[in-house]
């Protein structure tokens, strides 16, 4: 097997459902702020990312992940071949789609963006964690930076010249931001000295490009304790003159690279910032004490984008899953399973395996449609604002509460996903020859990096349902209330919309035991259960969307040939929106079962309990 092989396909009619079938995205193209755009526009795009993420990024994900990164005199030297993508990434624009057009873009809509960060992603996660952290920077100074800060460091950055990287985790802190020890000390309006540690700085250093300009939480000498006293900091990894050109170090030197289970090709660096006493920072804004509040803007971004990670990753998994079980002969027919001398046939055709198969494919069309909803929810809050300010408030808050369901579902399930794929594949699996081994080592840090799962939760259950009063929590439900009210007599969906309705009730009911709990002083048995909560609603958001997107395929049914391509491509949709409904949903009922049971064994357990040793 040649390392340059590609190994990465997509369906492209899948995704091209949930645009225009599905999501109404055409309603939104060739008007303010989306002018510019139309369905043939958007179609091309898809299909030519598509051509450059098997043909360049593809061949070049097994490179990155055997070759992985190395340090060579203080810098970060990237897999073979991740240099000329780089290149050619942001000179065919692929980084650029919905970047505002002041600012270099092309002003699509962030749905495209999202189906294309799908489709590179896939193709090469590890490669594409440098531009994607790089967006998130950029677009972080874009919007709290300076006019001078947004032109000197943001274009840039936009345009593939700096790299990006957001530094928060600290040795001694990890997740809890708020005990961060980097100082920052005054040399002059807006520039300050920075002097402190950062761990787990994914895409920390690299010569893709000309600078990687780090957005670093730091504390100002005096300011109070806790996330309420840290501010943040643009600190380039080299300065520039004052005509934006680089000039010179800037005291930022890499500790080292992490030894990962996966993800080779992102370096993840520990770097040290003015052990010289020499690294100058630039206030964000000129602003002091507001660095978490600026973070939250790049770290709600990063969190949607390693939900898209996790998809990518999961639907890469899937598709080879399928093209192996198609083509691997191995066993008789079940019919025929007593008789030694019948053929072999390909193991698509096994119960178990057909199984597996339909199991991913519901899980990953479920949480494509769960991104792409609420995409077009951001989309359509842009495109309302200042035109219907109550509906454009209503996106914002699914975009809002959406969030954390689509960091947190989509990488648990990617990891999960990728593991049936090994299974498909047997021993075959479990050895290099194939990518599935690879998919589960690169997904599984999705489910920790950009705040833990179980923070994604807490501020789902903590922060998210109360939100406005509970009100975007509450138009959720209403939501998938009308859908079900519409959808309950339906001849061929009606049982499995059945089965949706159970489920919303227990949901809503989980949600009031929650709130009992806060309510009554008895606040451990909430993060004791938060984790539980967000997988229970999150499947309730993806079995209605794929239901929803069943009940337009039933429709469409009635006007396609038995021959035509669609025929097929519409009842997949109706199978996997059934299967989902009847082999997860029940679950969900037994999960709210299991929550108002209030078991505490986990917290009364003594810790010396746990073990003897």
């Known amino acids: 097997m040649s390392q340059a092989q590609n190994w990465y396909k997509a369906d492209l009619r899948e995704i091209e459902f949930l645009l225009f079938e599905q999501f109404g995205l055409a309603d939104l193209l060739g008007q303010a702020p989306y002018a510019e755009w139309g369905p043939d526009e958007v179609k091309m795009v898809l299909e030519e ?42 000179e065919q624009g692929w980084r650029s789609l919905a970047v505002a057009e002041e600012n270099g873009g092309q002003g699509s809509p962030l749905t495209l963006q999202a189906v294309a960060e799908e489709l590179m992603s896939g193709a090469n996660p590890a490669f594409m964690m440098y531009p994607g952290l790089t967006n998130g920077a950029a677009d972080l100074i874009a919007h709290h930076g300076t006019p001078e800060q947004v032109e000197r460091w943001a274009q840039p950055m936009f345009a593939g010249r700096f790299g990006g990287t957001m530094c ?40 893709l490009a000309d600078n990687v300009v780090h957005l670093v939480l730091a504390r100002i000498e005096g300011a109070e304790a806790g996330t309420k006293g840290l501010s943040l900091f643009i600190v380039p990894k080299r300065r520039l003159g004052e005509d934006g050109k680089v000039a010179g170090g800037n005291d930022v030197t890499v500790a080292g690279i992490e030894h990962k289970m996966g993800l080779n090709g992102s370096a993840t660096c520990t770097l040290s910032f003015g052990d010289n006493d020499d690294c100058l920072g630039y206030l964000v804004g000129g602003v002091e004490h507001q660095g978490m509040r600026q973070m939250f803007t790049m770290m709600n971004y990063a969190r949607i984008g390693v939900g898209l990670q996790g998809l990518a990753v999961a639907g890469a998994a899937y598709m080879n899953a399928l093209d192996y079980a198609k083509d691997r002969k191995q066993g008789s027919s079940i019919d025929k399973w007593k008789d030694p001398t019948a053929p072999r046939v390909a193991i698509i055709e096994h119960p178990d395996v057909r199984r597996m198969l339909l199991d991913m494919k519901a899980k990953t069309e479920g949480i494509r449609a769960l991104i792409v909803k609420l995409t077009t929810h951001q989309d359509r809050s842009v495109a309302l604002a200042g035109r219907d300010d109550d509906s454009a408030a209503y996106h914002k808050g699914q975009v809002e509460l959406l969030t954390p369901l689509v960091k947190a579902y989509s990488s648990d399930q ?70 079900v009210a519409a959808n309950k007599d339906h001849a061929q969906l009606g049982p499995a919309v059945a089965q949706l309705a159970k489920a919303q009730e227990a949901v809503g009911g989980a949600a009031f035991q929650l709130l009992g709990w806060f309510k009554g002083g008895e606040m451990e048995r909430v993060p004791l259960n938060a984790n539980r909560f967000l997988e229970m609603m999150s499947e309730v958001a993806v079995a209605w969307l ?68």
């Open 49 to 90: 990312c598509y051509r450059f993420s098997t043909e360049i990024l593809g061949p070049l994900n097994q490179v990155g992940d055997r070759e992985g990164c190395t340090l060579v005199d203080g810098e970060v030297q990237t897999p073979s071949g991740f240099d000329k993508a780089w290149t050619a990434l942001y």
């Open 168 to 207: 928060l985790s600290e040795p001694h802190a990890g997740s809890d931001v708020g005990a961060a020890k980097t100082s920052a000390t005054k040399v002059s309006d807006g520039v300050y000295k920075i002097k402190g540690t950062k761990c787990w700085i994914s895409a920390g250093d690299h010569t």
């Open 414 to 483: 990617a990891y999960r996903v990728a593991e049936t794929a090994i299974q498909v594949h047997g021993g075959s699996g479990y050895v290099r020859d194939f990518p599935v081994e690879q998919a589960a080592r690169d997904s599984k840090v999705f489910s920790i990096y950009e705040g833990t799962n179980h923070i994604q939760a807490l501020d789902l259950v903590g922060r998210k349902l109360g939100q406005a009063g509970g009100k975007h929590a509450q138009e959720f439900f209403a939501d998938v209330g009308k859908f």
């Open 546 to 613: 794929l239901l929803e997107g069943a009940a337009i395929a039933v429709e469409k049914l009635a006007d396609v040939a038995e021959s035509h391509p669609d025929r097929a491509f519409y009842e997949g949709k109706r199978y996997a929106a059934v299967y989902y409904a009847t082999n997860v949903l029940p679950d969900v009922i037994a999960k709210a079962k299991m929550l108002q049971l209030g078991d505490q064994s986990a917290i009364e357990i003594p810790d010396a309990a746990f073990a003897t040793v």
